[in-house]
């Protein structure tokens, strides 16, 4: 198993949780993104800078994912893809993206991304709350144990 981080919008106290985890678990933790990224120097963490462009970043973790890789991304496309390949998503926020919900996801965030187009403000996303960040934290967890108990 191996990380993958649609790191342009993934925020700092997330890819901190990833940071340690990767550490303490000895799973490879790669970051992607079209700009250049600080990562702690670690056998197990490294960053992969992308061109500039729509999805390149997402098209780059898509290319490198192998069935059975965790995919963190707030990014619902991406994780349909990821999920399609046999890998899993999480969001930032903990939530684990699945089989089972992610039409109806994806069905959502173009039905926002239509009133967006017509002028009506829907606001964007709340602040990462510590709950986030708990709720992320314990699905991380879930997941590398489960990738260790495979190996």
Do not use: Y
Request: neutral net charge.
């Amino acid at each position: 198993m191996r990380i993958w981080v649609d790191a342009d919008a993934c925020p700092v106290a997330v890819k901190e949780i990833l940071f340690r985890s990767a550490q303490r678990t000895e799973v490879p933790l790669t970051l992607v993104a079209n700009r250049l990224l600080r990562v702690p120097a670690s056998p197990w963490i490294n960053a992969v800078q992308v061109e500039h462009g729509f999805d390149v970043a997402d098209a780059e973790i898509v290319k490198r994912l192998e069935p059975g890789d965790l995919v963190i991304t707030s990014d619902i496309p991406l994780a349909a893809e990821v999920i399609e390949r046999g890998g899993q998503a999480l969001s930032p926020r903990g939530e684990m993206f699945s089989p089972e919900t992610i039409r109806a996801q994806l069905t959502l965030r173009d039905f926002m991304d239509t009133l967006r187009a017509s002028g009506i403000q829907t606001g964007g996303p709340a602040a990462l709350s510590q709950n986030d960040r708990k709720n992320f934290a314990g699905h991380l967890d879930r997941c590398l144990a489960r990738a260790v108990k495979r190996d």
